[in-house]
């Protein structure tokens, strides 16, 4: 799959994309990520991006010609234009998932207090924000959300990995893991887990994540009130 990505910051995606499984994955060509400063595609003197809000306001917004400009040149048939910002839906795994079967994911990373209306109500096709905490910029938001894609494309974790990720987001939270030694310092490893009990360890591991996402994400415990409204707030 192809991601390019338009920001003010393209030096701050240097360090994680370049690092461990995205490396590796841009190194096998599964993922070809190209990084696109959008002053580029001005042509004043001083490569202006914002300007002031009509009707006035605080902060500068992003200005359209830029944007416009810079989506022609990089957009194409079957590309999906995705606006990193706080207004957006909540980024989650099945988004993920989805964006993974593209052929072309441009992003575009929002800054100062937002962008020109024009361009998400003629350019954007989805809005996405990955939280609900106020953040700089989308350059952050656009390296978690190409993080997550790329580890979801074909060929990019080993067998292992894949299998056990289908399980995120419907099922239960991982259950306590352990590695040696089994006595740490004192601290030892539960004695089921050593005894070679292969249906009772299947069980405590069971019990033991069921109850972990009881205690910390009964939003996630299917079934209960809390995952219904916790659902309606993700699909609305
Ligand atoms: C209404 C005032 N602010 C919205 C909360 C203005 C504003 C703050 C911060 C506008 C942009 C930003 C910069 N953040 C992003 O561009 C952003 C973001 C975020 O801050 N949190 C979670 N996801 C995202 S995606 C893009």
């Known amino acids: 799959m192809t991601i390019d990505v338009l920001t003010l910051f393209p ?10 499984i995205i490396r590796r994955a841009r190194d096998q060509g599964l993922l070809e990520l190209r990084l696109h400063q959008l002053r580029d595609w001005t042509h004043d003197r001083h490569k202006t991006v914002d ?7 605080p902060g ?6 830029p944007i416009f400009e810079a989506v022609a040149s990089l957009r194409r048939e079957g590309s999906r234009l995705v606006l990193l910002s706080p207004a957006g839906r909540r980024f989650d ?18 800054s ?6 024009r361009v998400r109500e003629f350019l954007v096709d989805d809005e996405l924000s990955i939280g609900d905490y106020v953040l700089t910029n989308g350059a952050l938001p656009a390296m978690v959300i190409i993080d997550a894609v790329t580890r979801l494309l074909p060929g990019v974790l080993g067998d292992d990995a894949s299998a056990h990720d289908e399980s995120f987001s419907q099922e239960w939270l991982e259950y306590p893991q352990y590695t040696r030694p089994t006595d740490f310092r004192g601290m030892r490893v539960p004695e089921v887990l050593v005894s070679g009990n292969h249906a009772e360890i299947a069980r405590w591991r069971a019990a033991q994540g069921r109850l972990r996402t009881q205690q910390r994400r009964p939003d996630l415990v299917p079934g209960t009130a809390a995952e219904s409204a916790a659902v309606r707030k993700r699909t609305t």
């Open 112 to 117: 100062y207090e937002g962008v020109d209306e």
């Open 11 to 20: 030096a701050m995606f240097a360090g994680p994309l370049d690092e461990s």
């Open 93 to 110: 795994q099945t988004i993920a998932r989805e964006l993974a079967a593209l052929p072309h994911l441009l992003l575009l990373c929002g």
């Open 51 to 57: 300007d002031r809000p009509f009707g006035g306001g």
């Open 60 to 65: 500068m917004l992003m200005k359209p010609e």
